[in-house]
T-cell receptor
Framework: DAKTTQPTSMDCAEGRAANLPCNHS???????VYWYRQIHSQGPQYIIH???NNETNEMASLIITEDRKSSTLILPHATLRDTAVYYC??????????????FGQGTELSVKP | GAGVSQSPSNKVTEKGKDVELRCDPI?????LYWYRQSLGQGLEFLIYFQGNSAPDKSGLPSDRFSAERTGGSVSTLTIQRTQQEDSAVYLCASSGWTGGGRSTGELFFGEGSRLTVL
């Protein structure tokens, strides 16, 4: 499995954009980039995913570099409730809906008032 | 129910006993995953089922751990001769195509089963 590298922790001021980087230099051509987060004591929550194009949904934006070796998750207006561990994961998508998914250590994001 | 259901939510057992943890995935989901999370640690992959294919057991930590999925739906994770280091929250997730829109491959997680081995 391709591995990802993320900073261990980051701080962000409430109301500002949170930009979480991820390196995945060994990603293969058919592997997707997924982002999940885990708020304390809860199960992981899907945020967004992409293959090579930038993606946006109601939660966040995902910017993938042209060479696909890195990506950035953007929370446009961080709130205190966005404090969580954020996981960047690369995986194959099997039958368009499955595939082994391995969580790394993630980035602990602290949103401060 | 509409979500992934796990039982029991809490289990306290004595060292050396066997335990079974159950997962009811979302109806129609063909992929099922088991993870465990020890206190203050990240999620550790245990096993992954995809349809009728042989499961990926590469994350099971020892031969005391096993899992099966009957009829492509309910899954049971069994831990034999439990040890104190098995204490953790065991999380189950499922993913699949349930019709309509673009499938994201999103994993839907249950609330977990908290196992405490005394």
């Amino acid at each position: 499995d391709a591995k990802t590298t993320q900073p261990t922790s980051m701080d962000c001021a409430e109301g500002r954009a949170a930009n979480l980087p991820c390196n995945h230099s060994t990603i293969s051509g058919n592997e997707y980039v997924y982002w999940y987060r885990q708020i304390h004591s809860q199960g992981p929550q899907y945020i967004i995913h992409g293959l090579k194009n930038n993606e946006t949904n109601e939660m966040a934006s995902l910017i993938i570099t042209e060479d696909r070796k890195s990506s950035t998750l953007i929370l446009p207006h961080a709130t205190l409730r966005d404090t969580a561990v954020y996981y960047c994961i690369v995986r194959l998508l099997i039958y368009n809906q499955g595939g082994k998914l391995i969580f790394g250590q993630g980035t602990e994001l602290s949103v401060k008032p | 129910g509409a979500g992934v259901s796990q039982s029991p939510s809490n289990k306290v057992t004595e060292k050396g006993k066997d335990v079974e943890l159950r997962c009811d995935p979302i109806s129609g989901h063909t992929a099922l995953y088991w993870y465990r999370q020890s206190l203050g640690q990240g999620l550790e992959f245990l096993i992954y089922f995809q349809g009728n294919s042989a499961p990926d057991k590469s994350g099971l930590p020892s031969d005391r751990f096993s899992a099966e999925r009957t009829g492509g739906s309910v899954s049971t994770l069994t831990i034999q001769r439990t040890q104190q280091e098995d204490s953790a929250v065991y999380l189950c997730a499922s993913s699949g195509w349930t019709g309509g829109g673009r499938s994201t491959g999103e994993l839907f997680f249950g609330e977990g089963s908290r196992l405490t081995v005394l």
